[in-house]
Nanobody
Framework: QVQLVESGGGLVQAGGSLRLSCAAS????????MGWFRQAPGKEREFVAA????????VYGDSAKGRFTISRDNAKNTVYLQMNSLKPEDTAVYYC???????????WGQGTQVTVSS
């Protein structure tokens, strides 16, 4: 099994930037990629971005396009989410997840809080 630990969350003003990290430990085999999700109070979980371990192909949710960048360092088993031009509506708990071969996200971290003030 894989353990995922997110870090890098915090409080920033609107227009600022944060870089989230997700370190994976354990057995990485069996996961084709990683994804970032977020959930704000009273809202359903929202897809943010995903990346494949092989090739680095990326996919972004509508809320992230043009502002967020997902990347990975295979040697460190770490995935990043660079968030620029942050808005108050980006405030949420951000989770990273491992994507299995079948497409399901089966391993989740505990999340890191991102708060963007007006």
């Amino acid at each position: 099994q894989v353990q995922l630990v997110e870090s890098g969350g915090g409080l920033v003003q609107a227009g600022g930037s944060l870089r989230l990290s997700c370190a994976a430990s354990g057995r990485p085999f069996g996961y084709v990629g990683m994804g970032w999700f977020r959930q704000a109070p009273g809202k359903e979980r929202e897809f943010v971005a995903a990346i494949t371990w092989s090739g680095g192909t990326t996919v972004y949710g509508d809320s992230a396009k043009g502002r967020f960048t997902i990347s990975r360092d295979n040697a460190k088993n770490t995935v990043y989410l660079q968030m620029n031009s942050l808005k108050p509506e980006d405030t949420a708990v951000y989770y990273c997840a491992g994507r299995a071969l079948g497409g399901a996200f089966t391993s989740w971290g505990q999340g890191t809080q991102v708060t963007v003030s007006s």
